[in-house]
């Protein structure tokens, strides 16, 4: 099972920037075409979706909470996926997942369940 390396995170201040880094391991570059999505789960609370990208970036898609702040991007050459975020708020504090999944699923793909490769979180921690 392919478990994806995230790096990044931290703790910072409000209306600072951060940027998260995710890796898809595909040595063999059999893992194919993926569609990266970026999840954050405040503690106690529900996994909720923040970002999408497609392998070719050809379409993004954000939560409206951080619509205008974060983007998402991807390096497929290099497998790897990019959270950065601007003008970060204390609720934006959480666990940030990323994950793929590889059906290329048309649309946002807002369910945790539409992804099947997962990283083990880093925590962010926005202080006012």
């Known amino acids: 099972q392919v478990q994806l390396a995230q790096s990044g995170g931290g703790m910072v201040q409000a209306g600072d920037s951060l940027r998260l880094s995710c890796v898809v391991p595909?040595?063999?570059?059999?893992?194919?075409?993926?569609?990266m999505g970026w999840f954050r789960q405040p503690a106690g609370k529900e996994r909720e979706f923040v970002a999408r990208?497609?392998?070719?970036?050809?379409?993004?898609y954000y939560s409206d909470s951080v619509k205008g702040r974060f983007t998402v991007s991807l390096d497929f050459a290099r497998n790897t996926g990019y959270l950065s975020m601007a003008n970060l708020k204390p609720e934006d504090t959480a666990v940030y997942y990323c994950?793929?999944?590889?059906?290329?699923?048309?649309?946002?793909?807002?369910?945790?369940?539409?992804?099947?490769?997962w990283g083990l979180g880093t925590q962010v921690t926005v202080s006012s």
């Open positions: 994950a793929a999944e590889r059906r290329l699923m048309r649309g946002p793909a807002a369910a945790a369940g539409d992804y099947d490769f």
């Open positions: 595909d040595p063999g570059r059999t893992f194919g075409r993926y569609a």
């Open positions: 990208i497609t392998w070719n970036g050809g379409n993004t």
